[in-house]
């Protein structure tokens, strides 16, 4: 049985987290706000820098803002060693970092799908494996990584068939990798949102696609991306330890597993 405390300086990694309208934007104010040093990877570095540096002043944490290309395993384990070396033990790991495709299986190129691989479920593994090192040392760690509900319902919504099988991939994922790692005190899981308010669906919703997306929709209205990081803030924290190799559904009740 594992009993390691949960360390009162800790970071958090947040992948894809440099966006001002991403759900990893409102994951990193939500972690920060509750006193964790957070560290923010992006594809863009000027950008990752200069939202940690919006993060540390608002909230007072130590902050890290990163260029890293989650894809390639070098950049990766470069920006994890920076990190390391330069903020409190690494206790959780968002993996937010993804990208959306809206093209149709037959349009489909072996170059478009492996960008979608690469970026949504290579990456995943990448910065998975990176962390973990550290969280299997210290005997405590939380991982926490974006599927869909375009998994669970098989498309439907903007992106097609190459995000979907990704994105189910992320769940194949959470499940055997919190098999391997929960006899270190590590637990890994996964959250499908529905359709939520920002730009991965090729650009701010308009109040007319809003209506359109929230046909079907139990509560009537696409979600926020400060709900989805509430959520995700919860599986990252130490009153979730007893939860892993869950799925948890965020969709209005557009899907009902």
Do not use: C
Not at 164 to 179: E, M, N, P, Q, W
């Amino acid at each position: 049985m594992n009993t390691t405390p949960f360390p009162t300086q800790r970071t958090v990694v947040l992948t894809g987290a440099a966006s001002a309208r991403g759900i990893g934007r409102a994951v990193a104010d939500k972690m920060a706000s509750e006193g964790w040093a957070v560290a923010i990877l992006d594809i863009n570095a000027i950008d990752a820098k200069a939202a940690a540096a919006e993060v540390a002043d608002k909230f007072g944490v130590p902050t890290l803002g990163l260029g890293a290309d989650v894809s390639d395993k070098a950049s990766v384990d470069a920006a994890i060693a920076e990190i390391e070396a330069g903020l409190p033990p690494i206790v959780g790991l968002a993996n937010i970092a993804g990208i959306s495709r809206p093209v149709p299986f037959m349009e489909e190129t072996v170059e478009g799908w492996d960008r979608v691989f690469d970026i949504n479920m290579r990456g995943t593994f990448l910065v998975s494996q990176a962390v973990l090192k550290g969280m299997i040392e210290r005997k405590v760690g939380r991982i926490v990584s974006i599927s869909s509900i375009s998994a669970q319902r098989g498309g439907g919504t903007y992106s097609k068939v190459a995000y979907s099988a990704s994105k189910g991939g992320v769940i194949g994922f959470t499940r055997a990798l919190a098999r391997e790692v929960g006899e270190h005190g590590v637990t890994v899981n996964a959250v499908a949102p529905g359709p939520i308010d920002t730009d991965i669906m090729g650009g701010t919703l308009s109040d007319e696609r809003k209506a359109q997306m929230s046909e079907g929709i139990m509560m009537g209205r696409v979600g926020t991306r400060e709900e989805v990081a509430a959520l995700i803030n919860f599986l990252l924290s130490e009153e979730a330890g007893y939860i892993t190799a869950a799925t948890y559904d965020i969709n209005g009740g557009l899907q009902v597993s």
